[in-house]
């Protein structure tokens, strides 16, 4: 993972994300305003997004900073939360200037790539050394853990989220 990989995953993200926009603006997309979630859904959602904080923000922040004298993983979990951070502004500035349902493309867009992401760390941090130190064994658990719940999250956009703004 390069700074030049990042720097051109949220450039192009932006980019999608402004057309997606400027299309539902215009009528040439059709989507739904708002996402009509059930009552279930929405109680689902809720729940997932205090999860999304804590698996998501708060392990990787805390791991940033336990590992902030360690090159490797600073870098892993440095880009890590500088995506998340720019997602989470991204869904903040494009939900009040386009319609709430922008929200399903952006968590698409950028959950697709942070599985890839945190695929592409997993690889990292085992052929760079693969001596099997504990804290890159922790770190590999920690990447594994947020692997499998970002891809949920993926699941859930692709299953629930796109059926509810088509």
């Known amino acids: 993972m390069t700074w030049k990989t990042i720097l051109s995953f949220i450039v192009s993200a932006t980019l999608m994300t402004l057309l997606s926009g400027w299309l539902m603006v215009a009528n040439l997309l059709q989507v739904q305003a ?3 979630y059930s009552e279930a859904e929405r109680s689902f959602v809720q729940i ?7 698996i998501g923000l708060l392990l990787p922040g805390v791991a940033f900073l336990v590992w902030i004298r360690h090159p490797k993983l600073r870098t892993v979990f440095g880009f890590y939360l500088l995506v998340l951070a720019i997602q989470i502004v991204s869904e903040q500035i494009f939900s009040r200037v386009f319609y709430s ?3 399903v493309i ?3 867009l950028y959950t697709t790539f942070r599985v890839w992401q945190l695929w592409q760390s997993q690889h ?3 052929m760079s050394d693969p001596s099997g130190k504990v804290g890159d064994l922790v770190a590999q658990g920690l990447l ?3 692997l499998l719940f970002w891809s949920a999250n993926l699941i859930f956009l692709l299953v629930i989220g796109w059926l509810r703004i088509l």
């Open 34 to 36: 708002a996402i009509d």
């Open 48 to 54: 997932w997004l205090q999860l999304a904080i804590v």
């Open 101 to 103: 349902s922008i929200l």
């Open 106 to 108: 952006i968590g698409t």
């Open 124 to 126: 990292f941090l085992r």
């Open 144 to 146: 594994w853990i947020l």
